[in-house]
């Protein structure tokens, strides 16, 4: 799925979201509001991880939308 369509039906998402990234809150999710350089730096922030790694796991979840 493009980006485009996930950032158009963010709230639909943010469900999917949480259940890969159980600790990002709906205040995160909110801030994010589907921008996906928003995500990556809350995935790496949260889990504290590299942004490589973050980028590639919002890549890997977003192949199986």
Do not use: C, F, P
Not at 31 to 43: A, C, E, F, T
Not at 53 to 61: L, M, T
């Amino acid at each position: 799925m493009n980006w485009d369509r996930v950032e158009g039906n963010w709230k639909q998402m943010t469900g999917k979201v949480k259940e890969k990234w159980g600790k990002l809150t709906d205040d995160h999710l909110t801030q994010i509001n589907g921008k996906r350089d928003q995500l990556v730096g809350r995935v790496q922030e949260a889990y504290g991880v590299s942004r490589d790694e973050a980028d590639r796991q919002v890549s890997d979840w977003e192949r199986t939308l």
